[in-house]
């Protein structure tokens, strides 16, 4: 998820497009897995992470986001640009609060 947010800005259309079906269908997070991704690339030194940890690297992240240059970036190729408008660090915040953590029995 946080691929979307590294370096303040968009990295793929797939990575986000993943992201947030990731988020609207629910879709567990296995945070051991993700542990694994972050540590590989340095988003997280730690040898743990539990959610509410998770939650505020990924606010911190989009907090980090320059959503006009994103918007800027994308907006030819949205047929409204308009649509647009509500990208900002608050939307991906509150888009991103129903995160689902995968239970430690169901990985």
């Given at each position: 998820?946080?691929?979307?947010?590294?370096?303040?800005?968009?990295?793929?259309?797939e990575?986000?497009?993943?992201t947030w079906?990731y988020?609207?269908?629910?879709?567990p997070?296995?945070?051991?897995?993700?542990?694994?991704?972050?540590?590989?690339?340095?988003?997280?030194d730690?040898e743990?992470?539990n959610?509410?940890?998770?939650?505020?690297?990924?606010?911190?992240?989009?907090?980090?986001?320059?959503?006009?240059?994103?918007?800027?970036?994308i907006?030819?190729f949205i047929?409204?640009?308009?649509?647009l408008?509500?990208?900002?660090?608050k939307?991906?915040?509150?888009?991103?609060?129903?995160?689902?953590?995968a239970?430690?029995k169901?990985?």
């Amino acid at each position: 998820m946080l691929c979307f947010f590294a370096n303040g800005k968009k990295e793929s259309k797939e990575e986000t497009g993943m992201t947030w079906r990731y988020v609207k269908n629910k879709i567990p997070l296995n945070l051991d897995h993700f542990l694994t991704r972050a540590k590989n690339s340095g988003n997280w030194d730690a040898e743990t992470i539990n959610q509410d940890e998770f939650i505020a690297l990924l606010l911190k992240k989009i907090e980090g986001v320059s959503f006009d240059s994103i918007k800027q970036d994308i907006s030819r190729f949205i047929k409204d640009s308009n649509n647009l408008n509500l990208w900002s660090a608050k939307y991906f915040a509150d888009l991103s609060r129903p995160i689902v953590f995968a239970s430690k029995k169901s990985l």
